[in-house]
């Protein structure tokens, strides 16, 4: 059987990091990992460093791209400037989905993450559970433009597309500013350095408020569903781990991790509070043995601050996916904890 041949862009991230790897792990997929860093993950893949803004670069990189069958799209930049983030984010996708079919490659497939924002779930309450169904949030996403632009990219094309829209990705990924399961890690590992009360960092809204997670090796498991199944063809699709959680009942067990009283509940910023502690964390690495890893990195404090600020439940529906075959589902409070566990094992936290 000829392979499938797998390009995954934004492979260093949390997303597509864990992609990399399962794909690589199986027998019928090659996998060409696109991103400026390679991913420290080992397996059967090819590193391509290529930059998606770069147009130039994207449409010389035909040789590279000629035998890819399958686009995963995980790659993300941020911007302050509104609409700069919108048109580099757009740009990103289109520069990369033309440079494959100039190539000639046999492209059969295109799958886009996007995101529960695509409902508005950052800008405040919005109808809970989401179902895919539900239009768009009013005003700019840049969800929207990749998605409008793909679809029409793919009218008469002999390719397909989908689209994922996970909530709060967590995994074993270092360097991703949208981890929040290696921020919980950080913000932890401090307060028990310093002396510091364990206290959730959000009102008491988001405390009590329901919420979801999505593990990062769920979602790369439904994406190659996505991918491969004609059923799923030119849809969009919710992947969460298919449980809720509220904050409050969570806190304690992860209190208990770290071998602390939860403290009490309070509404403050962790970049405000944690982020110039720079030294500080390079001094636990060298007393605790731990890996040296640049903390700016390692602590993403401006994601775990809007994480913890909404007061609104946030909830996907599953039903597209489960009706049509998809129906694994993540304990996201154990989820929690062996990750921790894990960065503990790899020495990223003490």
Not at 27 to 35: G, P, Q, T
Not at 50 to 56: C, E, V
Not at 283 to 310: K, P
Not at 314 to 343: K, Q, T
Request: a neutral charge.
């Amino acid at each position: 059987m000829t392979p499938k041949v797998a390009l995954v862009a934004g492979a260093s991230g949390v997303v597509g990091r864990t992609l990399v790897g399962h794909l690589a792990a199986q027998s019928d997929w090659d996998v060409i990992a696109v991103s400026r860093r390679a991913p420290d993950i080992p397996g059967r893949w090819r590193h391509l460093p290529l930059d998606l803004l770069d147009t130039a670069a994207c449409s010389g990189a035909t040789a590279e791209l000629a035998r890819v069958t399958h686009v995963f799209h995980c790659a993300f930049v941020l911007d302050q400037d509104p609409e700069a983030h919108i048109r580099r984010n757009l740009a990103l996708l289109v520069n990369l989905v033309q440079a494959v079919e100039q190539a000639g490659a046999p492209l059969e497939h295109v799958h886009l993450v996007e995101g529960t924002k695509w409902y508005g779930s950052h800008l405040g309450p919005f109808r809970t559970p989401a179902k895919e169904s539900q239009p768009r949030h009013a005003g700019r996403n840049f969800y929207f433009d990749q998605q409008d632009w793909l679809e029409a990219a793919q009218a008469g094309r002999p390719w397909s597309w989908s689209a994922v829209r996970p909530h709060a990705v967590c995994g074993f990924s270092l360097g991703s500013p949208m981890n929040l399961a290696l921020a919980i890690a950080v913000y932890g590992s401090l307060c028990r350095e310093l002396g510091l009360p364990f206290s959730h960092p959000g009102p008491a809204g988001n405390y009590r408020a329901l919420y979801q997670l999505t593990d990062s090796g769920l979602l790369a498991r439904a994406m190659t569903w996505m991918a491969t199944s004609p059923g799923c063809v030119n849809q969009a699709f919710n992947i969460t781990n298919g449980d809720l959680i509220r904050w409050e009942n969570v806190w304690p067990r992860l209190a208990e991790f770290f071998g602390l009283e939860p403290g009490q509940q309070q509404h403050f910023s962790l970049q405000a509070r944690f982020g110039h502690l720079g030294n500080t964390w390079a001094d636990m690495v060298v007393r605790h043995g731990l890996q040296r890893l640049d903390y700016a990195a390692i602590a993403g404090w401006a994601f775990a601050d809007f994480v913890f600020a909404s007061t609104w439940d946030i909830a996907s529906d599953m039903g597209r996916a489960r009706r049509l075959g998809f129906c694994e589902s993540v304990d996201s409070e154990d989820m929690l904890l062996d990750l921790l566990s894990r960065f503990r094992r790899d020495r990223v936290i003490p």
